[in-house]
């Protein structure tokens, strides 16, 4: 009879963690007009933005350390600056800061929530355009428009939830196998982030007055790179450069077909 006790205790408790966290989770929706989704998103905007900027130096330690280059920190701020302020970007609280980072190997782009967004010289120094240079950072803006970062934190806080939950119902290896089925939701879910930071960056890209064929290229050139090694770091949890370009070069035939066909 103990024993039994135990383990209706266990289950009891173990459900009550987990409502607790699909309530958290539910009662965090919210609708995002520049995406037009509702989503579940675990942080206030402050919250998002206070996150981005207190990861800056450990982004620093993984990617480097800002470059001495003025004139090239000067042109990188030159087009992000107007890629904001010419897009829907400029109509949002988030606090905008470009960074070219000093790593010659590293072949990387990433944006911090909140506004922090840096680009390795690795990454530059395979671009042939200023419209390539565009086409990333007007990716790395819609990761924060459409805060994929925040969204992470949600089903992150959730996941947890439902695998301590589960711990304390159940055991160790029942929790196991519910972490590697939210790995790979989570798998799928970052892709379609991508593929939404590229078809958004398109239109910001056009609003700013540059060429989205540069997004195209940039996939072009990237998938050029790999040359039957690892894939560029930029690339590396990415869904296929090669349907990249293809979903790239249709949003640009009907949505901007002024621009069409992409001469790549």
């Not at 987990?18 to 539910?26: C, E, M, N, P, V």
């Not at 965090?28 to 989704?37: L, M």
């Amino acid at each position: 009879m103990p024993n039994r006790s135990g383990a209706t205790g266990r289950l009891l408790v173990g459900l009550a963690i987990a409502a607790f966290a699909i309530f958290s989770f539910l009662a965090s929706r919210e609708y995002n007009p520049v995406v037009g989704e509702t989503q579940y998103i675990g942080l206030t905007q402050e919250q998002e933005i206070a996150l981005g900027y207190n990861s800056i130096p450990q982004m620093l330690e993984e990617m480097g350390q800002p470059a001495n280059d003025p004139q090239l920190q000067t042109f990188l701020d030159q087009i992000g600056n107007e890629l904001v302020s010419q897009s829907i970007a400029a109509d949002t609280p988030w606090e905008w800061q470009f960074t070219v980072l000093q790593n010659d190997d590293l072949v990387n782009a990433f944006a911090l929530p909140g506004g922090p967004t840096f680009i390795t010289t690795a990454m530059l120094n395979e671009m042939t355009n200023e419209n390539q240079v565009a086409a990333v950072m007007a990716h790395e803006i819609v990761h924060v428009l459409a805060r994929h970062g925040a969204q992470r934190v949600a089903q992150q806080q959730l996941t947890e939830g439902l695998l301590q939950g589960v711990a304390i119902a159940t055991n160790p290896e029942t929790a196991q196998g519910a972490a590697t089925i939210a790995q790979l939701v989570g798998i799928r879910y970052s892709r379609e982030d991508e593929s939404q930071s590229d078809s958004i960056g398109v239109d910001i890209m056009v609003d700013a007055g540059y060429d989205p064929c540069g997004m195209a290229e940039l996939m072009q050139i990237l998938e050029a790179q790999q040359g039957g090694q690892a894939p560029p770091e930029f690339l590396s949890t990415h869904p296929s450069p090669g349907s990249r370009i293809q979903a790239i070069l249709q949003k640009i035939e009907a949505d901007y077909p002024e621009y069409a066909p992409c001469d790549l």
